[in-house]
């Protein structure tokens, strides 16, 4: 059972229940699990979002106080070990074609190196990595995945890339981002999808929603050509049963 | 429908409200407006609730005219406004009429001005809210040329009233309240960053402003191994070196850096409307404290709907702008 998490006041409106200072699976899987059951609960949280180990919950002060809130997130954490419960229902698997190495992921090669694979096995792992959107956020849409085998426990790099693309595929930290603009990252870029991240004319507007799981499935630079003027980048998604 | 027409659009003008909640989880900060207080008091002027959408003004208006008679609001950062030769007073409403064309020049403090209607802007909104939030690809900075769409007027008779002003324009005691993170921080760099009197640096948007101290930064034990976390506006994020960021509503809504505390809900205006250069200072108090004068814009709006006063000429005033046109007249006469 994992350690009782601590709940924070944050700001006036808000409260954060830490479930860990620093990353594992296992306190990704409470903060969501978490955050998911207290958004179907009647508890008085005007906004519930779940981080890497976290959960903010916003509340209106004028109505509800402190000792109160807190108490009552007190004993929801006390009902069950959060850390071995369920992943919240509703999630999608989606299989992303994406195109490695090359001009569509440079620092392929490198990553590679850095976990002590070849290249093609570097491809087959982290093609076939059943990854789970950790969280949303840096911009609209942009997920945090993971958690990927622990040889890709790779380091950010010093210096920052000052351009990747939208929709690259970068690694670090047993981690992938896709990026939803052009950006600069610490990240090391192995990889290209075509995936509209987010688009506020579209509801939902985030592609992704967090717990979801993805496969970054490779493709030929052909098929890659041809999904990035397929909608949603040609990727594909069904329910999580 | 009544429109706008913007003649002249300032460099960082944008259609704000009170923003956007409930997407905090896929990444979207709440945004809106810099000085939510400048919306009540457009609210209260104009006898409206502060759902309505006004035209923000970074450092610069513009000039603008409306296509039937329309109710204004001029609030935030006193700005130089003008019709004809007339100046229309600051923090007050007023009647602009299709002739009039309205000219807004540069704050004379502050940072932020507000332009309100009567009715609101009303552009579609998205994902709840008509606030344009750049960074994240919504919406789009006004430009010359531009005609927006405003909403229909449901309290024309309220017109010609005045707020009293406050001094929110040029930086000053901001308060904070502790946070998750404020434990990070050893005693004695707490106790020395109230102690530390910090000048508004030149680098300030919508998503937060830096602060420069004299002396060493304000950096804790581990800085560059903070997991991300969720952070809010008002959020005081100290950097890679040590250096204090304000965030303000078009914050990120994860960051790395550790946060010594959040700057109140009421005070964010004065951090925002800093200009480059003013002092501000911080002082930590209890949540209790923070609580007791902390409204919901419904609820500032209605009490500063029981500040406003009638607008009335000031008869000494008026005789100034006389003398003044007369001389302004003789030069004129002397110049041909």
Redesign the interface.
């Known amino acids: 059972m994992m350690p009782l998490p601590?709940i924070?006041?944050?700001?006036?409106?808000?409260v954060?229940v830490?479930f860990?200072?620093?990353?594992s699976d296992q306190a990704n899987r409470a903060a969501l699990g978490f955050?998911a059951h207290i958004r179907n609960s009647a508890l008085p949280f005007?906004?519930?979002?779940?981080?890497?180990?976290?959960v903010?919950l916003?509340f209106?002060?004028?109505a509800v106080g402190?000792d109160e809130v807190t108490a009552l997130l007190q004993q929801k954490l006390e009902t069950q070990d959060w850390g071995a419960v369920a992943l919240p229902a509703g999630r999608k698997l989606w299989r992303v074609p994406t195109c490695y190495g090359g001009d569509h992921g440079p620092q392929l090669a490198e990553a590679a190196e850095l976990a002590g694979v070849s290249t093609n096995a570097a491809i087959d792992a982290l093609g076939t990595s059943r990854v789970r959107v950790l969280?949303?956020?840096?911009?609209?849409?942009?997920p945090y995945l993971g958690t990927l085998p622990p040889e890709w426990n790779i380091p950010r790099q010093t210096a920052l890339t000052p351009k990747v693309p939208a929709g690259a595929l970068v690694v670090a930290i047993r981690q992938f981002v896709v990026f939803a603009?052009a950006s600069p990252t610490g990240w090391r870029w192995i990889g290209q999808t075509a995936l509209p991240l987010?688009d506020?004319?579209r509801s939902?507007?985030?592609l992704f929603?967090?717990a979801d799981e993805v496969i970054f499935t490779p493709v030929s630079e052909a098929e890659f050509t041809t999904a990035r003027t397929t909608p949603f980048g040609s990727a594909t998604w069904e329910d999580v049963e | 429908m009544t429109t706008l027409t913007i003649h002249r659009a300032g460099p960082a003008m944008t259609v704000q409200d009170l923003g956007r909640?409930?997407?905090?989880?896929?990444?979207?900060p709440r945004g809106g407006a810099a000085d939510r207080k400048a919306i009540c008091e457009s609210a209260a002027l104009l006898g409206q609730s502060p759902d309505h959408a006004v035209i923000e003004m970074a450092g610069m208006g513009g000039v603008f005219s409306v296509s039937q008679p329309t109710r204004i609001s001029l609030t935030g950062a006193p700005m130089r406004a003008t019709i004809g030769d007339r100046a229309m007073v600051w923090n007050a409403s007023h009647l602009l009429i299709p002739e009039d064309r309205l000219t807004i020049g540069p704050a004379l403090s502050g940072v932020y001005g507000y332009i309100g209607f009567g009715g609101g802007i009303a552009t579609d909104p998205?994902?709840g809210s008509r606030s344009t939030h750049l960074t994240?690809?919504?919406g789009a900075a006004l430009e010359t040329g531009m005609t927006l769409p405003l909403g229909p007027d449901r309290n024309t008779d309220r017109v010609g009233m005045i707020l009293p002003t406050d001094n929110r324009f040029e930086g000053g005691t901001v308060r904070y309240?502790?946070?998750?993170q404020t434990a990070l921080f050893d005693e004695a760099t707490r106790a020395r960053f109230t102690q530390t009197e910090f000048t508004r640096d030149s680098a300030a948007n919508r998503q937060g402003v830096k602060l420069n101290g004299s002396g060493a930064g304000f950096a804790t034990a581990d800085q560059l191994n903070?997991?991300?976390?969720?952070i809010?506006p008002?959020?005081i994020q100290m950097t890679g070196d040590g250096v204090p960021f304000v965030l303000l509503p078009e914050c990120?809504?994860?960051g790395g850096y550790p946060r010594i505390g959040?700057v109140?809900?009421q005070d964010i205006p004065k951090v925002a409307q800093a200009p480059a250069g003013a002092k501000i200072q911080f002082t930590c108090i209890t949540?209790a404290e923070?609580?007791s004068s902390?409204?919901?814009p419904a609820?500032l709006t209605r009490d500063l709907s029981a500040l406003c006063k009638p607008l009335i000429r000031d008869p000494a005033q008026m005789a100034d702008l006389l003398s003044y046109q007369l001389i302004s007249g003789m030069i004129t006469g002397w110049d041909a």
């Open positions: 601590e924070l006041p944050f700001g006036l409106d808000a954060l830490r860990d200072t620093t990353m955050a005007v906004e519930v979002s779940s981080t890497l180990a976290s903010a916003r209106d002060p004028l402190l969280t949303i956020g840096f911009a609209p849409g942009l603009n987010f506020p004319a939902p507007a985030s929603s967090p | 909640e409930g997407y905090l989880s896929i990444g979207l998205v994902m994240c690809g919504i309240i502790n946070g998750p903070i997991l991300s976390d969720a809010q008002g959020d990120q809504t994860v959040t109140i809900p949540r923070a609580l902390y409204q919901s609820g």
